[in-house]
């Protein structure tokens, strides 16, 4: 049965004459939509519109979020067969997924979750008695049947929304972890470099603004990349960092971010590897990285569908120009601080200046 949200949401996609899928439409919700990431405002957008094709365009091209139980381990994801399904089912035979944290807090705000790719949890669907509750009373909910959750990855396939897929899963394809080819005048690389973005954890902010700190490391995305994710709860999705013992929270208020330019991008490697030494080995003499979940090691962050790059850099020192940002729940960005190496400090403009254009003093 289609399922909807309690506010004009769209009730779901059912099966047509011909078991094909079906959106209907609804009216649009009084109050103003919140997407949790690029999938679920495209998923809206698709709802409010009746696009059937468009949303399954979106769905089948995204991450999900599978709730787990509290003590369940986060290794072991829906394609397995000794994943804990408990935590998600809402009542027998009903299987609770979502498309982003903002949607499954909505619903479940305490729950622990791994993520999936939805083409592999559809593929490994464990019971055809079960139905699939996608965003289940939230304004892009949505519901499968279990024989329809069967049958979309085929219906996809002959509609030409995704390319077939080999029956016996391959490796990744070995790639060697090299960075693009330099341009052929050195000067044009130095000054047109990638800008960087880094997600500060909330105890290292005074490290930086008081003590002066000017390093970065660990994984690290490009601003065209993650242009897009304006609030904590977005950027903690799409780049993993709600794991197990993480510093960020998805009710914190807000998250402070270090952008600079990357001016030697040799530093900044592409981390391919996985979450144990067989998956590492895949990707052969190009595989360097093992992680915990919810990293994937494609190169890609783990919320993102593959579509933010992730680097890692071991330790670099921050230049002139880099700059601190606090990015606020309500989608709001203030600029907090520009680093200086001449003075070993980051100059933070004067708090009486109501006319200061958001820029430091070393700036101007």
């Given at each position: ?71 369940a ?8 067969p000794?994943f ?17 944290l ?38 892009i ?50 000054s ?65 971010v ?107």
């Amino acid at each position: 049965m289609p399922q909807g949200g309690s506010g004009g949401a769209a009730d779901g996609l059912h099966a047509g004459s011909e078991s094909e899928p079906v959106l209907r439409a609804v009216d649009e919700p009084e109050e103003a939509f919140e997407p949790g990431n690029r999938i679920d405002q495209e998923l809206y957008e698709a709802t409010l519109s009746g696009d059937s094709d468009a949303f399954l365009r979106v769905l089948l091209n995204a991450n999900v979020l599978v709730p787990i139980p509290g003590d369940a381990p986060l290794e072991v994801t829906p394609v397995q067969p000794d994943f804990r399904w408990d935590a998600a089912l809402r009542a027998e035979g009903a299987v609770q997924v979502f498309t982003s944290l903002v949607r499954l807090r909505e619903v479940l705000p305490e729950s622990r979750f791994v993520y999936a790719d939805f083409r592999e949890l559809i593929g490994a669907w464990p019971r055809e008695d079960w139905t699939m509750l996608l965003n289940p009373g939230t304004r892009i909910g949505a519901s499968l049947r279990g024989d329809q959750v069967r049958a979309l990855s085929e219906w996809a396939v002959r509609v030409g929304l995704v390319p077939a897929r080999p029956e016996v899963p391959l490796p990744p394809p070995r790639r060697e972890a090299a960075p693009q080819a330099p341009p052929a005048d050195l000067d044009d690389r130095v000054s047109s470099p990638s800008i960087m973005q880094k997600v500060v954890p909330h105890g290292h902010v005074a490290w930086y603004l008081e003590q002066g700190y000017d390093r970065v490391g660990g994984y690290v995305h490009s601003t065209g990349d993650v242009a897009e994710l304006q609030t904590p709860a977005q950027l903690y999705e799409a780049l993993g960092l709600l794991y197990e013992g993480s510093p960020f929270s998805p009710g914190d208020e807000g998250v402070y971010v270090i952008r600079w330019p990357a001016y030697c991008p040799d530093l900044y490697r592409i981390p391919f590897g996985g979450r144990d030494e067989e998956e590492m080995s895949t990707w052969g003499e190009a595989g360097w990285v093992i992680e915990r979940p919810p990293f994937v090691g494609t190169g890609f962050a783990p919320g993102s569908a593959g579509s933010i790059r992730e680097y890692k850099v071991d330790s670099v020192r921050l230049p002139f120009g880099a700059e601190m940002y606090y990015l606020g729940r309500d989608r709001s960005e203030r600029f907090i601080a520009m680093y200086d190496p001449d003075r070993l400090a980051w100059l933070r403009p004067e708090p009486s200046t109501e006319t200061w254009d958001g820029r430091t003093e070393a700036a101007q």
